[in-house]
């Protein structure tokens, strides 16, 4: 039996094996390197990786490539998505390169295996033991969403879904303080995720049985060519889907999102949030335009009532929270459902909205986290709201700085926020789904109300005994700060070079 | 000059301001006042000098037209250009700033409590300005809605940061219902923009372009309620007031009258130059409700303002009886009503102003309280104080020789050409009107002089010149363009007999003409 190899694109692939080779290259720093040079060695691994795959995806602008055997496709969204999140993922590993703010050293435990509260922890706390494991773990995230976003085939899918959840699973549980909140959160994503996971592999299966195909041009040929349309494939598809949407947390996937956004370090949710959503945004737009794309009308109720369940719920249980970060993570159950809207227009226009509503809203969102970690009491972070009070008037940049992400989150104009609304409202118009759009203005203007809280706490409100003081970070945290607040601005004023980047960057390729 | 862009410069120079302003440092606050007041009046005179170049009688839709592409995308372009109504309008904000500047000279300063800083407070005011002229000269609607939704954040910071125990709630009551409309509004713009896809190839927002098209009566119709209930709110109409007598109450007196002296126009401005020629159809289609709202209005503001016991509630529920004529005068659609609206409009920010500012002198002396039953007898201690307060209240009931009385007699007029009975009713507003301003007047200002205000340390003294130098502007203002209405006159009107013929609702034929007012006026 003859084994023919299947021919590689290497240069469309190298922004990947970029990402993979430092990956490795990174573990084995960790085993080898002595601890005086560690850190320094990670953060030119990760920053040095990140940059020159971000360096190659702008060489490949214009690639329209199936490589690998038909695993792995590099067309214009693809390259867009990746590269937003390698941008994304050097702003976040800015935010956990961070080691000025919190006195002893950086935000992640000494040791992730010991036990909270127990000897061991308290000794390695003494000697100020910190850990560079969260940089190889970094780097394998952001592999599997690159994989997630050029995927091809239903297979490759789940193995990238694997290789960004897995490191997740973990950076969630390192929190520095409060570890039993932070280990709890790692247990209910990974519970959860391993759900998510598993719906997806059977449906994979149900899909495969279907149309004798894992690639997803060939799903939708069949689809199109066999006379008789098949529950089968229909289950499939819902089951298929229940992995990238478990991933964005849309609802009724959406449990895990409030624990982890409060439990994890900051930082890691300022990374997470930000990248996971633009790969699983893409993974989902990929499934649904490329192998379902035929078959909209089946799969459109679906996406509604989960936009509609996501945009509702989101905004209202916001409404009650009063740690910030949880409520950080109902609005973004809230968001993911504004970004369905434009999705469920299965259009081009449709394709161009959702892609830009990530981009802003993943810089919006490092820069929200690089804010929260900068804000401390005696006790590590202040996420109570409560403490918040006053911070506007004791630190009135970085308060202004929360507040035009906080006004951007809620579409006011010259924010990237708005004209991400406004873009995925005409592709939902366009489409006809007007209900869905006095639906999304509705929960727009319940989200208004939080998002405005937060604004009067800080800027309204005396400033308490209890009131929290804004640290002052380093160059790290800085820049991923200035950088959101930048694109903010940017992409609300003059959007226009980006919306022709997406435009330009044309369909998937089929 | 004609080709200098006058509208950006205009709106650019209060924006530049308010940067410097607010880049002082906070020990400088006498310093950031004067640049304050002094890009104030810069911004005056070169709007005084844009309104002397502006050709009443020229036939193009609108004069100082610039127009660049802004996000190509969505065919959105940075186009600006101002017709008669947009040139009053954006005087009167001109006008105004520079005034509560001035009126409000000392109102930030001794407020320790809001600590909120004295030049934030007018750097605020200088990109409300810059917002404000945007609102009024956008002939993009996509632009115009962004300076509606971005106006709002200055105002809520206004309202929030300096102001009176309650204000963290006013302002977002002030900002949520803000928003509400807003958000439908936005709702009702990307449908609009859906629609100029479909009839002309490529999505705009051009204001002409819009007008130009054949929407059918049922897309019409959603549209049009989109676009009113932002409008209604703003005005704001009843039963969509509720926001309005928060946030006067809680604000300083400069606040509201920008808030309600310029602000709320942005509704009325919004019916009159998007609705009716955008929407004719559903404009006529639902002109008997909203007739109806305005009617309600006028007789629901003016009754709760009888019986109020706070000053600057009383102010806030007469406001929104006054809306109920402006938009009465629009919804007529017949050329004098909606002349007169305009004028109203005008005069409505300068009584306003003059109630506001007058009214909150007389608070600092006081101890901020604004019960009317702390006061009476203040014109024996302060008799310019009471002058100026009474010219204020004959304004708000529209004396004839003010100019308020030639907008509500020109809506009335308006009114009784096409709907005679609701001409008649309307005009029993008018008598609440007389009722409540004159016994404001009389409870604060005349009688004994009350003893509380002479009580614990309290002294009522009269005006100073810093104070009467702010009033002296509007109060000339009032009469002089009672007695002469011309100029306003002679600017409005062929911008309003252009809404009109884009509606094309027949004129009743009464044989009645604005000639005789506008050149009787023109041979004084």
């Given at each position: 039996m003859n084994f023919t190899p299947p021919a590689i694109d290497y240069f469309a692939l190298s922004p990947m094996i970029v990402i993979f080779a430092a990956a490795i290259v990174s573990v084995l720093v960790e085993a080898f390197a002595p601890r005086t040079i560690r850190r320094f060695l990670q953060l030119l691994i990760v920053f040095g990786a990140l940059l020159t795959s971000a360096v190659l995806i702008v060489l490949n602008a214009g690639t329209r490539t199936v490589t690998g055997g038909g695993a792995v496709v590099i067309d214009g969204p693809a390259l867009v998505m990746m590269g937003t999140i390698v941008v994304l993922s050097i702003l976040g590993a800015a935010l956990m390169a961070e080691r000025s703010i919190d006195p002893v050293g950086d935000s992640f435990a000494a040791r992730a295996s010991s036990l909270p509260g127990s000897e061991d922890e308290r000794q390695l706390t003494q000697r100020g033991y910190l850990q560079t494991e969260i940089w190889p773990l970094t780097l394998f995230a952001v592999l599997g969403m690159l994989l997630f976003v050029t995927a091809n085939n239903l297979l490759l899918m789940f193995v990238a879904l694997e290789i960004i959840s897995l490191p997740l699973y973990l950076m969630t549980g390192m929190a520095r303080r409060r570890r039993l909140l932070s280990q709890e959160a790692s247990l209910k994503y990974f519970l959860l995720g391993v759900f998510a996971s598993a719906f997806y592999l059977y449906g994979a299966a149900l899909v495969y049985g279907y149309?004798?195909?894992?690639f997803f041009p060939e799903i939708a040929q069949s689809l199109t060519s066999k006379p008789s349309e098949s529950i089968v494939v229909f289950i499939g598809m819902g089951m298929l889907i229940i992995g990238p949407l478990f991933k964005i947390g849309?609802?009724?996937?959406?449990?895990?999102v409030p624990d982890v956004y409060q439990g994890a370090p900051t930082a890691v949710v300022g990374f997470m949030a930000a990248t996971v959503k633009v790969a699983a945004f893409g993974a989902l737009l990929r499934i649904l335009y490329v192998a379902f794309g035929g078959v909209r009308w089946d799969w459109d109720p679906l996406i509604w009532i989960v936009a509609v369940a996501s945009m509702i719920l989101g905004s209202i249980v916001a409404l009650l929270q009063t740690d910030i970060k949880r409520l950080l993570g109902y609005s973004w159950i809230a968001q993911a459902g504004f970004i369905l809207v434009g999705l469920a227009a299965a259009s081009p226009a449709g394709l161009e909205s959702t892609m830009f509503y990530v981009i802003a809203y993943g810089f919006a969102t490092v820069g929200t986290f690089a804010v929260i970690s900068m804000v401390r009491d005696a006790n590590g972070e202040a996420t109570n709201l409560a403490a918040w009070a006053g911070i506007g008037r004791k630190s009135p940049l970085v308060a202004s700085a929360l507040s035009l992400f906080l006004l951007g989150l809620a579409g006011i104009p010259l924010t990237s926020g708005f004209v991400s609304k406004f873009a995925v409202f005409v592709a939902a118009i366009e489409a006809g789904a007007t209900w869905l759009v006095i639906i999304g203005v509705i929960a727009s203007l319940i989200a208004a109300f939080f998002y405005v809280r937060i604004v009067v706490i800080m800027f309204f409100a005396e400033p308490t005994e209890q009131t929290a003081s804004v640290v002052v970070p380093s160059a790290f945290t800085t820049i991923s700060l200035s950088a959101g607040v930048a694109v903010t601005l940017i992409l609300g004023i003059f959007p226009q070079p980006v919306l022709d980047m997406l435009s330009n960057a044309g369909l998937f390729l089929r | 000059m004609t080709d200098f862009p006058w509208l950006t410069a205009i709106g650019v120079v209060p924006l530049i301001g308010s940067l410097v302003v607010a880049l002082l440092p906070k020990s400088k606050p006498m310093l950031a006042k004067q640049i304050a007041m002094i890009v104030s009046l810069v911004v005056l005179g070169m709007t005084i000098a844009m309104a002397l170049q502006f050709d009443g009688k020229s036939t193009e839709p609108f004069q100082f037209v610039e127009s660049y592409p802004w996000i190509p995308a969505f065919g959105v372009n940075y186009s600006v250009g101002v017709d008669g109504i947009g040139l009053v309008l954006i005087a009167l904000a001109a006008t105004l700033v520079p005034v509560t500047i001035l009126a409000g000279w000392r109102d930030i300063e001794g407020?320790?409590?809001?600590?909120?800083?004295v030049k934030g407070y007018f750097a605020l005011v200088l990109v409300l300005e810059a917002l404000m002229i945007g609102v009024f000269a956008a002939t993009d609607v996509f632009l115009f809605y962004v300076f509606f939704e971005v106006m709002l954040v200055p105002v809520y910071f206004m309202i929030g940061r300096y102001g009176g125990p309650q204000r963290s709630y006013a302002a977002i009551k002030f900002l949520l219902y803000s928003l509400l409309g807003g958000l439908f509004m936005l709702a009702a713009l990307v449908g609009l923009y859906v629609v100029s896809i479909r009839q002309l190839g490529s999505g705009t927002f051009d204001f002409l372009a819009l007008v130009g098209m054949d929407i059918d009566p049922n897309t019409q119709k959603m549209l049009f309620l989109g676009f009113f209930f932002a409008f209604a709110i703003k005005a704001p109409l009843w039963p969509f007031h509720t926001w309005l007598p928060d946030a006067a109450a809680e604000s300083k007196p400069g606040t509201s009258v920008l808030l309600i002296g310029v602000l709320d126009k942005v509704g009325t401005f919004g019916m009159i130059r998007y609705l009716l020629p955008i929407f004719p159809a559903a404009s006529e289609f639902y002109a008997p409700v909203v007739i109806g709202m305005a009617l309600i209005g006028i007789f629901y503001g003016a009754y709760i303002a009888l019986t109020a016991k706070d000053m600057k509630r009383l102010f806030a529920y007469s406001s929104m009886s006054h809306f109920g004529f402006i938009t009465l005068g629009i919804f007529v659609f017949t050329s004098i009503g909606q002349t007169g609206s305009v004028v109203y409009m005008v005069a409505h920010g300068l009584s306003t102003a003059a109630l506001f500012l007058t009214a909150g002198f007389l608070m600092s002396r006081r101890r901020?309280?604004?019960?009317?039953?702390?006061?009476?007898?203040v014109n024996k201690v302060a008799p310019v104080l009471a002058g100026f307060f009474l010219v204020a209240v004959l304004s708000s009931l529209a004396l004839p020789g003010m100019v308020s009385f030639i907008g509500e007699f020109l809506v009335l007029l308006g009114a009784f050409e096409r709907y005679i009975w609701v001409g008649a009713l309307a005009t029993l507003g008018i008598v609440i009107t007389a009722a409540y301003a004159l016994r404001l007047y009389q409870k604060s200002m005349?009688?004994?002089?009350?003893p509380s205000l002479e009580a614990d340390g309290n002294t009522i003294t009269d005006l100073k010149g810093r104070e009467i130098t702010a009033l002296m502007p509007i109060a000339a203002l009032t009469v002089v363009l009672g007695f002469y209405p011309a100029p306003l006159l002679n600017v409005i009107e062929p911008a309003v007999d252009r809404t009109l013929e884009i509606v094309q609702v027949d004129a009743p034929d009464s044989g009645l003409s604005l000639d005789g007012l506008s050149s009787e006026g023109s041979e004084q």
């Open positions: 149309s004798g195909s894992i849309a609802v009724p996937f959406h449990q895990w | 407020d320790q409590e809001s600590e909120g800083s901020e309280s604004a019960l009317i039953s702390d006061y009476g007898g005349t009688g004994p002089l009350n």
